[in-house]
């Protein structure tokens, strides 16, 4: 409540004071400062009354001053360059809105800020932050300096490397790939996916080379997430180092994981071939995710017996129930669109039919079966019986029937 207090408190004298002070402004300048007085009128009204209103008002204000875009930028800059302006405002204007404004004509001023240290350390990782997104020369020429000085706080090394990834150029590679082994790790993996972010946007795979390293470095601890960065990789190198990563038991079970869910969306023969050997893995979760993965990557029926061994020797009832329903989909038992029906998208379904039960239980009784009655026709088609051998018994109150293995 405290930050609302100074943000309801701040606003609307800021606003009257520049509103009033802006001289000669084009239309479309015209008509953004018109779209903050009537902003500002709404905020006092709850000013005082309803502080909780207060404070929504001013994100609504945040809200509304993005969607004006650039006609809002010169005031919105001149708000964030005032010191007189409370700081959490100043933040604010800077990290969320400047940002998607996204004015060439702000890289100057925002670029003294940067450089002021007589700046609150907020506001300026809030001009970092719109110079990221701004991006180009100027403000890689910007940004990247900053980078080299270990000095800066986490918060503001972790903007800084953010927006180099979002600059996108590769002059900032070799500093990320330094930052890849930094003594604070969360800051080595945002430099991961910078790195990432950056090979994606200049359509470089050779960048990625030293994640590829990482994903295989037991001793990094986030090497799960950099596995995970890679599903949306072009380079063919990332297969082969995916499926070490899931085939090896040495590694922890969050690397494993997230290998499969990687080549589960790059897909393919080759993909599907990685997963293979996991389906007789001694974890039966593991079993589980390379099944599920295989057939989101596009596993044929021709290997339904690879599936089918796996079933045997596999103990546990959930494991059981979720490979008997990818044979099941693979032999067409559940329609020609089973393939869309991917488990994050079970899950996710899954939530809402949870969401509607709870609905329905809140209910007089009376009422309660014809809710439970009308809740499939309320979901899209096929969900129930595709995502059924993931969902079941738990759901069969709700309408699904569920599969049961042999």
């Known amino acids: 409540m405290r930050t609302i207090e100074l943000l309801a408190l701040g606003l609307p004298f800021v606003i009257g004071a520049y509103a009033a002070s802006i001289p000669d402004l084009n239309p479309d300048e015209a008509a953004a400062r018109a779209e903050l007085q009537e902003m500002q009128k709404r905020l006092e009204k709850t000013h005082g009354n309803d502080m909780a209103g207060s404070g929504w008002a001013t994100i609504e204000i945040l809200d509304r001053l993005t969607k004006l875009g650039k006609p809002a930028g010169p005031e919105v800059l001149k708000w964030f360059l005032d010191r007189k302006v409370p700081l959490p405002m100043r933040s604010l204007l800077g990290s969320e809105v400047l940002p998607r404004i996204v004015d060439q004509r702000a890289m100057s001023p925002l670029n003294t800020i940067v450089r002021d240290k007589g700046e609150p350390v907020q506001v300026r990782a809030a001009a970092v932050k719109a110079m990221g997104a701004i991006g180009g020369k100027d403000a890689l020429r910007a940004v990247l300096p900053l980078a080299d000085n270990d000095q800066q706080s986490q918060p503001m090394q972790v ?199 709870q609905a329905c239980k809140k209910m007089k009784s009376a009422d309660q079966k014809a809710c439970f009655d009308a809740m499939p026709s309320k979901l899209p088609e096929g969900m129930f019986l595709n995502c059924g051998c993931l969902l079941a018994p738990a759901y069969a109150q709700y309408g699904s029937k569920g599969c049961d293995p042999p």
């Open 159 to 357: 903007t800084i490397i953010r927006s180099l990834g979002n600059i996108g150029d590769k002059e900032a590679v070799p500093l990320l790939v330094r930052r890849l082994r930094h003594q604070d790790p969360y800051v080595g993996i945002v430099a991961a996916r910078a790195l990432h972010s950056i090979a994606m946007k200049t359509g470089d795979t050779s960048i990625e080379a030293p994640l590829l390293e990482l994903v295989e470095d037991k001793s990094f601890q986030y090497n799960g997430v950099v596995a995970g960065l890679l599903a949306e990789s072009n380079n063919l190198n990332v297969i082969p180092v995916l499926a070490r990563a899931i085939q090896d038991p040495a590694n922890s079970e969050q690397t494993r994981w997230a290998a499969a869910k990687s080549l589960a969306k790059i897909g393919g023969e080759e993909a599907v071939k990685a997963l293979i050997p996991v389906f007789e893995d001694n974890s039966e979760y593991m079993r589980i995710q390379a099944v599920q993965a295989a057939f989101e990557a596009g596993i044929g029926a021709d290997k339904v017996p690879l599936l089918e061994h796996a079933l045997q020797s596999t103990k546990d009832e959930i494991a059981r129930r979720r490979i008997q329903g990818i044979i099941y989909r693979l032999g067409g038992r559940f329609g020609p669109h089973a393939r869309e029906w991917t488990h994050d998208r079970c899950v996710s379904m899954g939530d809402k039919v949870y969401n509607e039960g």
